[in-house]
């Protein structure tokens, strides 16, 4: 039977981090902000601005929600994205996506300031990540996988990766990441030839490609930790992730399930980086 590799134990840690952090700002007059930005009522948005803002309800940073119709137009947005950049009080703006398909997502993200991108959306935070200059921040999905390595005393250095999906979400941010962390790392996605000996390679194996059962028994190996960062729904109408969680377990060293895996630990580290993104401002100020 495999480890599990709780994301409520891993939340639990990173939110005490961030309250500390946030009562040291407050002691000195300073209240962490976070604007989300909603377009339309999709239910996974509106799934996802709710635990963001429960997130930082439990650390103390401040979050509000500006919602736009579905049929919003670009320069409302681009119109509502400038007042966040010119609001001094507002440290980490996250514009929740994919937008609609008549706006220009692109302009949209790259019009947003890079000291308040707290979710890599901006050209210049991708670009910061691919150089390693430490401009900007990370996709938090990207580096809530990372915090489940620092969590669990899991050393990358020397090992074998094997990333299996290409978005600028999580795959090709937690191939930089790896290999910052001195990982060997093979980037693959559901087109790769033998896609199941590929993975069989692996030492740490990270999943999210969107396809439920993509990596079954075939595609892993004892000792392998498996990190699955796919949320998707099953036959039965339940979450399941990309990894299917009844073959793989027994099999592997350490997993993460779904639900309570990755994605209980992705608000922890957007709060994180709200924070950061407050002190970084705040230190630039002093």
Do not use: W
């Not at 691919?130 to 620092?150: K, V």
């Not at 895996?261 to 407050?278: E, F, M």
């Amino acid at each position: 039977m495999a480890k599990l590799l709780s994301g409520k134990e891993v939340a639990l840690a990173l939110t005490e981090e961030v309250k500390e952090r946030v009562c040291l700002l407050r002691e000195k007059g300073v209240a962490p902000a976070l604007c989300i930005i909603r377009v339309g009522e999709k239910p996974g948005d509106i799934s996802y601005e709710r635990g963001a803002r429960k997130r930082c309800e439990m650390t103390g940073i401040l979050c509000r929600t500006i919602c736009l119709p579905e049929d919003v137009s670009q320069e409302e947005l681009l119109r509502v994205i400038r007042e966040c950049n010119e609001d001094d009080s507002v440290h980490g703006v996250l514009l929740l996506r994919p937008l609609p398909a008549t706006l220009d997502e692109v302009s949209a993200a790259n019009a947003l300031v890079s000291a308040k991108d707290v979710d890599c959306m901006t050209d210049l935070s991708i670009s910061g990540l691919l150089s390693g200059r430490g401009i900007g921040f990370a996709p938090c999905t990207a580096q809530a996988a990372m915090a489940f390595l620092d969590h669990y005393g899991i050393d990358a250095a020397g090992k074998r990766a094997v990333v299996i999906g290409r978005s600028l979400v999580f795959g090709k941010p937690a191939a930089l990441m790896l290999t910052d962390r001195n990982a060997t790392v093979t980037l693959c996605h559901t087109r790769t030839r033998d896609l199941s000996a590929v993975a069989r390679q692996a030492d740490l194996l990270l999943v999210a490609c969107g396809h439920a059962g993509v990596v079954g028994a075939d595609c892993v190996r004892p000792g392998q930790v498996v990190i699955d960062v796919g949320i998707n729904t099953g036959p039965d109408g339940k979450l399941c992730g990309d990894v299917s969680f009844g073959e793989v377990e027994p099999i592997v060293e350490a997993i993460t399930p779904v639900p309570g895996g990755v994605g209980a630990v992705t608000t922890s580290i957007l709060a994180r980086h709200v924070v950061q993104a407050c002190e970084n401002l705040k230190n630039r100020s002093s």
